[in-house]
Structure formats: C-alpha cells, structure tokens
C-alpha cells in the first residue's frame, strides 16, 4: 500500500516512517527536514522536503494513498495552531478523496485531554481530536476509519532539554505510573496496528501516555 506521512525527518514519523517500510509499503514522506536515514536509502521511499502548510505534493493514479498519517509539529507556540490542526484539516481535504484511501490517522497529545501544556498547542491538539472526530463520521460511508493517537511524553530529539536533563527527566517520569515515557517506535506499532489491521474502530483517540493521566495520589 501507498502510505503518506508527515514530520518523517525525526521523532514518530520517522519511526513511522521505518515501520511501514520494513513491512513492505512504500512511503510517501513530508518534511520541511531532510529525509533521514535507514528510510532515505530506502528504494520505496520517497521524500518532498517542504512545510506542510505549503502547497501538498500531487498524488494520484498509482501513488494515490491507501493511508494517511499526520504526525508534522512544530515547537514555536506561535505555530502550533497554523501547524497541529490547520496544516491537518488541509492535508486531509487535499488526499482523502483518493480512491483507495482506507484509514486516517492524527497524532495528537495527552494535552488535549488534559490541558497540561503552552496554551495554543493544547488547543490545536484538543480541535485535532474533535476534527477527527468530524472526519470519522463523514468518510465512514466509503469505509474509511478515522482515528487519532494520544502520546504522553516520547522520547524524541524535540523533548531533548528534559532527556538531557537527569533532574527533569526523573521529575515527568515519576509523574506516570510505569516510570518512563514512550519510545517513538511504539507509537510507530499503535499507528501500524490502527491503519493496517484495525478495520472496526473509528472515531476513537487512543491514550498512549504511561498512566500519567490515571496516576492519582488517593488520601483518606
């Protein structure tokens, strides 16, 4: 299958990136990055360096996607809506009337749900969930599943202050109940299994965040 990814330079779409490659799809990468190696030696990869809020490549005929994942962000607050949701909503109009689309999937966060982080990501975030959402019940008639992946904290160069940091990193991960963040290739599987094998669930934002949410200190 054809699948198309963005944010494929780094972090979860790289590990994305690599999944679907080694299970024997080809990937369609957007980046404004270059691409990144084991994907940018790969014969069934191809990368458009560009922003994804700039015109999207044209994909149609034999490259038209069977599916797409969102995974692009940024780390300057003054972009996050510009980026997280409304780069999104265009990259889903520009490609979800391929033929052959069956699955749709965004990355959002943790925040959405609990409004932990700088205030206009968390609100892209939180507008993703709800887009996808809308999405879901829209595209439903020609069988397609719209989802969403909710990561906590992963271990991504983004988050490299606090990885950096032993002070920082011991406080987030004492704030879940595994004692640890994700790595990107699991959320790169959750991906896989939701696009790929997954066929019934659509409408949903799956938590992936360690227990951090469920975490509680109970005092009686």
Avoid at 99 to 106: E, G
Wanted: aromatic share 8%; hydrophobic share 45%; net charge negative.
């Amino acid at each position: 299958m054809n699948i198309l990814i963005t944010g494929t330079a780094s972090g979860i779409g790289r590990a994305a990136a690599e999944k679907f490659l080694r299970e024997g799809h080809r990937v369609f990468g957007i980046d404004r990055a270059e691409a990144a190696a084991p994907a940018a030696e790969h014969p069934a990869y191809r990368h458009f360096r560009q922003d994804v809020r700039d015109p999207l490549p044209c994909l149609d005929g034999a490259d038209a996607p069977h599916i797409l994942i969102s995974c692009a962000g940024s780390l300057e607050e003054e972009e996050a809506v510009a980026v997280h949701l409304e780069a999104v909503m265009r990259l889903t109009e520009t490609y979800e009337n391929s033929p052959v689309l069956r699955s749709v999937l965004y990355i959002a966060s943790a925040s959405a749900r609990n409004g932990a982080e700088f205030p206009r990501y968390v609100a892209a975030k939180a507008g993703l969930v709800g887009y996808m959402k809308n999405r879901a019940l829209t595209l439903a008639a020609r069988g397609i599943t719209v989802n969403s992946l909710s990561p906590g904290g992963v271990v991504t160069p983004a988050n490299r202050h606090i990885l950096d940091s032993e002070e920082l990193y011991a406080a987030v991960k004492a704030e879940t109940l595994l004692g640890k963040w994700a790595a990107p290739e699991e959320i790169a599987e959750f991906a896989y299994f939701m696009t790929v094998i997954n066929r019934s669930a659509t409408g949903e934002d799956l938590l992936i965040d360690n227990g951090e949410m469920l975490k509680s200190n109970f005092i009686w």
